[in-house]
């Protein structure tokens, strides 16, 4: 139902860019005599456009080419798994039928199985500190107690 050809990303730049030119656009509608939105969805696709940037940031994170990605992989993964989850979204009926139906697929490719080789010795303290801000929705940290 939600698996749209076009790119995320691509909406979530659109929908930056015109909520910049929100007033100039009903300016424009009304002296044309045209439709254009109301308040209410102007606030969905804030809301959208704010539920995309989760992926944009996780996105940026790993299109770097100036420096190395891998040690962001799992906290990054977390972080949309987290997202994903995220009470801020019950509030939007379409915001959260779309993070439903992105969490099913999550769980589908993911299976609660996060068993990726790492350990804080290989990856320094800058790390380490960001392990302890990541909490799975059981209440549990994500990372091996035992390290």
Same mark, same amino acid.
């Given at each position: 139902m939600f698996?749209?050809?076009?790119?995320?990303?691509?909406?979530?730049?659109?929908?930056?860019?015109v909520?910049?030119?929100?007033?100039v656009?009903?300016r424009?509608?009304?002296s044309?005599? +045209?439709?254009?939105?109301?308040?209410v969805?102007w606030?969905? $696709?804030?809301?959208?456009?704010?539920?995309?940037?989760?992926?944009?940031?996780?996105?940026?994170?790993?299109? $770097?080419?100036?420096?190395?990605t891998?040690?962001?992989?799992?906290?990054?993964?977390?972080?949309?798994? +987290?997202a994903?989850?995220?009470?801020?979204w019950?509030?939007?009926?379409v915001?959260?039928?779309?993070?439903?139906?992105?969490?099913?697929?999550?769980?589908?490719?993911?299976?609660g199985?996060?068993n990726?080789?790492?350990s804080?010795?290989?990856?320094?303290? +800058?790390?380490?500190e960001?392990d302890n801000?990541?909490?799975t929705?059981n209440?549990t940290?994500?990372?091996?107690?035992?390290?």
């Amino acid at each position: 139902m939600f698996d749209i050809p076009n790119r995320w990303n691509s909406t979530y730049a659109m929908i930056l860019e015109v909520v910049k030119y929100k007033i100039v656009l009903k300016r424009y509608a009304t002296s044309q005599q +045209q439709p254009f939105p109301t308040e209410v969805e102007w606030n969905k $696709a804030e809301s959208i456009g704010k539920f995309l940037g989760v992926f944009e940031e996780t996105t940026m994170a790993f299109s $770097a080419d100036r420096f190395p990605t891998s040690h962001l992989f799992l906290i990054n993964v977390l972080y949309i798994h +987290q997202a994903l989850r995220s009470h801020a979204w019950q509030d939007d009926q379409v915001i959260k039928e779309l993070a439903r139906a992105m969490d099913k697929k999550f769980d589908k490719y993911w299976d609660g199985n996060y068993n990726i080789e790492a350990s804080p010795h290989k990856r320094g303290p +800058q790390s380490q500190e960001a392990d302890n801000t990541f909490i799975t929705s059981n209440g549990t940290s994500p990372y091996n107690s035992t390290w």
